[in-house]
């Protein structure tokens, strides 16, 4: 876990680009207000009952007169800080501090590479009064640096340098347009701020495309470093009766999750706005209003039916309590909405989640009451739609409100993959949406892990060893009955 301050150069920055990266900066706060803690040991009142902990700052670089001067390049470029980190993460306030980033800050002149009069100070930024105060000490502390560029390279040097005695971590992100990736083609000055800092051990320069899918990777990772509980890899082995190669047996191999459950809606709730905390019960019994931090006794005054829960830990006040919406238990059938179709072939199956759905087609003995002749075309339409799906070797992507792995009906959309076979059902399968994805963990395949030939002519006699079937999970017992009956003969034994 860590806090994250970015910083922005908005001379850099086209206007364009920016409001993609306000965007994201938006998603960032979206998806960590609404992450689910990890479990707690039971506790009484504390201040981690008050909601997430503040590990979220923002800063950008601007030349005042930038708005209305054209020769905005010779005036002093300024360090503002929109959001300082508190106690406890207000999404309001980061909301309210990333709208508020002026678009007018983009030079052309010196984004082509053309010398300023002025340079920006970080000292305010990298300061007792500023990012080295926030947070506790076994907080580690990062830097996202977003297109920085400076005039003074040294400066900025001393300053990294001493981020780097405060153990301050510092990522340069530099955006750069897909010539620039195809071509290398950086500014002159790019590379000179560059090769400054490349050998200071806290810093860190990574060069991205600005595409859509690119930026959203950054998001995801960057909420992985907030998240305080951010897994060990999980790591594993694979064991094999046969010798892979020589006398080697097994391969090591470190696991991801692929996607994350996020939640299907922002339910209303009851808040004490003493502490703007949600109560757990919603009652209408006055007496039994109590502040969930200080178990003090609230008064009707104390307390705002007008909130919404985002996630466990953040509330929202709403002028009206029409911006909330309770889940519904599923009570009637469920509506799919047919939206695409999909290559099975082509399908990631890591934005596969939860479990499978058997699909058949409905008769007269269940709840939709259908005549014989509606039946039959039913059953019909039903096999017609599989066995052609199947030819195709195509699926069905469905939306719909209701997340089968909960039962219940929000006010976000779930999406499903209808799997059809030859002669039989179908299977529907729940799909991540883009807020669920996980980012994919780095995989930098060097050329000294090129597969020789010895390897995969050993590895290709081994898996001929290897007996080839279609899985069939009757055959594969997980041993519940066996275990099961073994533990109540030994209970009976006992008396």
Known sequence: MALLCFLLDLRNIPPPLLHRLKQCLLHLANLYAAATPPPQPHASSSADAGGLPDRLAL??????????SSSSSSSWPELKIGYRPGEKFNLRDFHHAVNNIPLYGFLPDQHVGSPSSGD???????????????????????????????????????????????????????????????????PANANSFVNRICDLENCVVRRYNPEPQVLRGLVKRWLEDLKDDKEEILQAVFLFRYPIIDS???????????????????????????????IDHVTTNKVKWMCPITSRQLASSDVTDTAVRIGEQTVLFLPTSEGGSNLQRVSTSISFDVIERTQLASMNEGVIMGRSFVVIPSSNDVEVALTDECSDQNTQIFYGLCETLFKLDQGLVCSSSCNIETMKIGTLQCYYLLIPSEKGPMLLRRLAGSEEILPLPDMNRDCKSKVTMKIRNSVETSLSKIALKDYNPVQHERGFHSKLNRLVKDSLQFG
């Open 59 to 68: 800063s950008y670089v601007h030349s005042p007169s930038s708005k209305s």
């Open 248 to 278: 080697v047996k097994h391969i090591c191999c470190n696991l991801y999750a692929s996607a994350n459950h996020i939640t299907d809606g922002f339910p209303s709730c009851q808040a004490c706005k003493c502490h703007g905390c949600p």
């Open 120 to 186: 920006v100070s970080l000292a305010n930024l990298f300061s007792n009064r500023a990012i080295y105060s926030w947070a506790t000490d076994d907080i580690s502390k990062k830097v996202i640096a977003i297109c920085m560029s400076a005039q003074n390279p040294e400066a900025l040097r001393r300053s990294l340098m001493d981020a780097a005695e405060q153990c301050v971590a510092v990522d340069f992100i530099m955006l750069e347009p897909e010539a620039a990736f195809m071509y290398g083609d950086i």
